[in-house]
Nanobody, 121 residues
Framework: QVQLVESGGGLVQAGGSLRLSCAASGRTFSSYIMGWFRQAPGKEREFVAHISWSDGTSLYRDSVKGRFTVSRDNAKNTVYLQMNSLKPEDTAVYYC??????????????WGQGTQVTVSS
C-alpha cells in the first residue's frame, strides 16, 4: 500500500522559511514524478512544483520560482520542498503526490494527507 506522509508545516511570518518533507513508502517510486500541490480555502488545488525521482529534473509554477526549491533523497525515499521568502498568499494546505507526468491533479495517483502552511503578514 502506497503511503505519502507530509510534515514540516506551520506558522511563519512573511519573509520566513519552512521546509516540507514527504516520506514515501509502499512501492518503488523510481519511475514516478513527485509533485507538491497546495490548496487555499475556497480555491482549487494548484500545482506548485515537481521533481523526477530518476534524474532530479524539476518544474515550478511561476509564482514560486526563485523562492521554492524541490529536492529528493532517494536513499530515504523522501522529497522536500524548501520554501523561502514566504508570502501571505502562500498560505494553504500543501500536499505531496506521486504521478507520471505534468501539472494536473488528475495525473497523480497517490496523495498525502496534507500539511498546513500559514504565513502571517
Amino acid at each position: 500500500q502506497v503511503q505519502l506522509v507530509e510534515s514540516g508545516g506551520g506558522l511563519v511570518q512573511a519573509g520566513g522559511s519552512l521546509r516540507l518533507s514527504c516520506a514515501a513508502s509502499g512501492r518503488t517510486f523510481s519511475s514516478y514524478i513527485m509533485g507538491w500541490f497546495r490548496q487555499a480555502p475556497g480555491k482549487e488545488r494548484e500545482f506548485v512544483a515537481h521533481i523526477s525521482w530518476s534524474d532530479g529534473t524539476s518544474l515550478y509554477r511561476d509564482s514560486v520560482k526563485g523562492r521554492f526549491t524541490v529536492s529528493r533523497d532517494n536513499a530515504k525515499n523522501t522529497v522536500y520542498l524548501q520554501m523561502n521568502s514566504l508570502k501571505p498568499e502562500d498560505t494553504a494546505v500543501y500536499y505531496c503526490a506521486a504521478g507520471r507526468t505534468g501539472r494536473g491533479t488528475a495525473n497523480y495517483d497517490h496523495w498525502g494527507q496534507g500539511t498546513q502552511v500559514t504565513v502571517s503578514s
